[in-house]
């Protein structure tokens, strides 16, 4: 089966800029995540979708940060504008159910450096 | 709240050495427990899982017990080969039909030939 898939693969741009990432889950994978992975660290979650409808968003900076899925299959993932801190892998990752027990399939991420 | 501690790398072996990794986790009730891999330049990959007390989860030669008592769920390998190098993260999942995974921060395997 196709894997999650993710662009583009690597972004720069400059703070107080826009961008946005794209995300494919795998086919008829319900639930959707968006992780964030600083360099060095465990990724951590910023939101999660099942199917068009968000479960968690707790951990999102809504200021600056904005995630749709429409139709309840693919997703995107926007920033503006974007801080430094920012700089970060941002990996999508898909699970046919949402429960604690599913393994999640991860794609190669984006790697966003803001200058 | 809930989190992973993960020992601090990076790990360097001798190809056929034995190797752990530590993992233990603070969460209430019954997290399932994952370890994830992640080769250079490619994105996580699931190693092995363990949703309930005292199941292994193995894959690959890896292995790793759910010890509820210890609160943890230590990455093992008997003899790591070269193409083993790559970074480990231990990851818990909690919560009902939320199962968003919290990661500990890593830890970088590097195995000599």
């Known amino acids: 089966e196709a894997g999650v898939a993710q662009s583009p693969r690597y972004k720069i741009i400059e703070k107080r800029q826009s961008v946005a990432f794209w995300c494919n889950p795998i086919?008829?994978?319900?639930?959707l995540y968006w992780y964030q992975q600083i360099l060095g660290q465990g990724p951590k979650l910023l939101i999660q979708f099942q199917n068009n409808g968000v479960v968690d968003d707790s951990q999102l900076p809504k200021d600056r940060f904005s995630a749709e899925r429409l139709k309840g299959v693919d997703s995107t993932l926007k920033i503006q504008p974007a801080k430094l801190e920012d700089s970060a892998v941002y990996l999508c990752?898909?699970?046919?159910?949402?429960?604690?027990?599913?393994?999640?399939?991860f794609g190669d991420g984006t790697r966003l450096s803001i200058l | 709240g809930n989190s992973v501690t993960q020992m601090e790398g990076p790990v360097t072996l001798s190809e056929e050495a034995f190797l752990t990794i530590n993992c233990t986790y603070t969460?209430?009730?019954?997290?399932?427990l994952f370890w994830y891999v992640q080769y250079p330049g490619e994105g996580l990959q699931l190693l092995l899982k363990a949703t309930k007390a005292d199941d292994k989860g193995s894959n690959k030669g890896f292995e790793a017990t759910y010890r509820k008592e210890t609160t943890s769920f230590h990455l093992e390998k008997g003899s790591v080969q070269v193409s083993d190098s790559a970074v480990y993260f231990c990851a818990l999942s909690h919560g009902g039909s939320q199962g968003n995974l919290i990661f500990g921060k890593g830890t970088k395997l590097s195995v000599k030939p």
């Open positions: 990752a898909s699970s046919p159910r949402g429960d604690r027990g599913a393994p999640q399939h």
């Open positions: 969460a209430t009730g019954y997290p399932s």
């Open positions: 086919s008829g994978h319900a639930t």
